[in-house]
């Protein structure tokens, strides 16, 4: 998603700036404006596909990706950090220099270093715990604006290792 606004009175969100790029696994309602891609991002191609459709990359990067539960808190919290890693890869790629990401996480022992790892891609990096989602569960958001880039060299370089997300 390229910009957006909320308008104060209808508590709607709106997009002044195109695209507005969403994937999920599973199919869901379309989004007027938006292009909704079906799949897996953590595959290649819908990475690809996505960088095709907004080449001058994205102002905000919002993940509400969670992983299917499995009732095993460790291996919950672990599934989805691993999510959110990948998001944090991808700012590499897809955000603008200044831009924001927003991206939920079950709250775990991985948060820390998700909390620190997105201190050093962003000016300011915070945890938001929406009074929506305190009662039923322990997910949080993991906010960061100013994203300070990406040095080519090192990413290049970065691009040729095998992250562990990808060993899996
Ligand atoms: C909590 S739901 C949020 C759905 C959406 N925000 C909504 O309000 O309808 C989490 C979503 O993350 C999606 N998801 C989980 N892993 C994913 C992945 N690897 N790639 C793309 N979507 C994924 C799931 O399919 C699920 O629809």
């Not at 270093?113 to 929506?132: C, G, T, Y």
Request: proline share 4%; hydrophobic share 35%.
């Amino acid at each position: 998603m390229c910009a957006w606004k909320l308008d104060s009175d209808s508590r709607q969100i709106s997009f002044s700036e195109r695209p507005l790029v969403g994937i999920d696994l599973v199919a869901t309602e379309p989004v007027e404006g938006a292009t909704i891609l079906q799949g897996d991002i953590r595959d290649k191609a819908m990475q690809t596909k996505i960088r095709e459709l907004c080449p001058n990359r994205f102002d905000l990067i919002l993940s509400d990706m969670a992983p299917n539960t499995t009732g095993v808190h460790h291996a919950d919290t672990a599934n989805s950090a691993d999510l959110v890693s990948l998001v944090l890869d991808l700012c590499s790629e897809w955000l603008k220099p200044g831009g924001s990401m927003v991206a939920k996480v079950f709250e775990g022992s991985e948060y820390q270093a998700l909390h620190k790892r997105a201190k050093s891609l962003f000016d300011f990096a915070k945890s938001v715990n929406p009074e929506a989602s305190l009662s039923r569960s322990r997910e949080v958001y993991l906010v960061g604006q100013g994203y300070r880039g990406h040095d080519e060299k090192k990413s290049d370089k970065a691009d040729k290792l095998t992250t562990p997300m990808q060993k899996r």
